[in-house]
């Protein structure tokens, strides 16, 4: 569960004051169309910000996206900045932790000011996705496809790929025990062939010595697309 802050605007004049909320909005289409985010609408954000007299445009540091993130009731805030120098624009993500403020990750890119920006962050879209992989099994294996645990209703989508993984010994931190992951070994790729409500089949791609069986983790995988770094570069 996602909410979009409107993005601030930085450096020189931009043709329009509402491209903050523009840019906001084109992130919440891109991640409604990638099918796994439940993301709050602009009309019902705006609704509960104004019940509790806070707003959601302009400069938001971590600490403001975090409690409005909690009115929100959402466990991850999208929010940012969009910089215009010269003939260049720069987008500026961050995606923050509701839970206790902290930032999981930052992503950003730049392109010509002339450049279609919906474009653009449809492309950033595609690297904040990569921190929220889909994990799940693979239920059944043939020799050439596997069938995984996650559907329609999980956010697959024809063409996704995934790793597959060999799950081995927990580790844990030698003076508290707290357990820190698991041990996890490449057994291949596969590629969504065809996706059923809460299974879907895969064609395998790549397969280690070892082999892809039952039971095996994996992992969703998305490439950074070429289009944003088309568009990137310095003046």
């Keep these: 569960k996602?909410?979009?802050?409107?993005?601030?605007?930085?450096?020189?004049?931009?043709?329009?004051?509402?491209?903050?909320?523009m840019v906001a909005e084109w992130f919440v289409t891109s991640l409604v169309k990638d099918g796994r985010f439940e993301v709050i609408e602009r009309k019902k954000?705006?609704?509960?910000?104004?019940?509790?007299?806070?707003?959601?445009s302009g400069a938001v540091d971590d600490s403001s996206a975090?409690?409005?993130?909690k009115i929100l009731g959402v466990k991850i805030v999208i929010t940012g900045?969009?910089?215009n120098v010269g003939k260049r624009l720069e987008i500026n993500s961050r995606i923050i932790n509701v839970e206790d403020g902290t930032i999981i990750a930052a992503e950003s890119t730049k392109c010509p000011s002339g450049a279609d920006l919906q474009v653009v962050v449809k492309d950033l879209t595609g690297q904040i996705v990569k921190?929220?992989?889909l994990t799940g099994y693979?239920?059944?294996?043939?020799?050439?496809?596997?069938m995984i645990d996650l559907g329609k209703g999980a956010g697959v989508q024809q063409g996704m790929e995934f790793e597959v993984f060999k799950e081995g010994d927990t580790i844990s931190h030698p003076k508290t025990g707290?357990?820190?992951?698991?041990?996890r070994t490449l057994r291949g790729r596969i590629k969504i062939s065809q996706i059923q409500g809460n299974v879907a089949e895969a064609t395998i791609l790549k397969e280690e010595a070892d082999g892809i069986e039952y039971g095996q983790l994996v992992s969703s995988v998305q490439e950074r697309k070429k289009a944003t770094q088309k568009n990137t570069g310095e003046d």
Excluded at 66 to 69: D, H, P
């Design 2 to 21: 996602i909410a979009v802050l409107d993005f601030e605007l930085c450096g020189d004049p931009f043709s329009t004051d509402s491209l903050g909320a």
């Design 45 to 56: 954000k705006k609704k509960l910000l104004a019940e509790q007299q806070l707003g959601a």
């Design 66 to 69: 975090s409690k409005i993130g």
């Design 81 to 83: 900045s969009v910089l």
């Design 131 to 133: 921190n929220f992989p």
């Design 138 to 146: 693979v239920v059944k294996k043939d020799e050439k496809t596997v």
């Design 178 to 183: 707290e357990i820190l992951g698991v041990e």
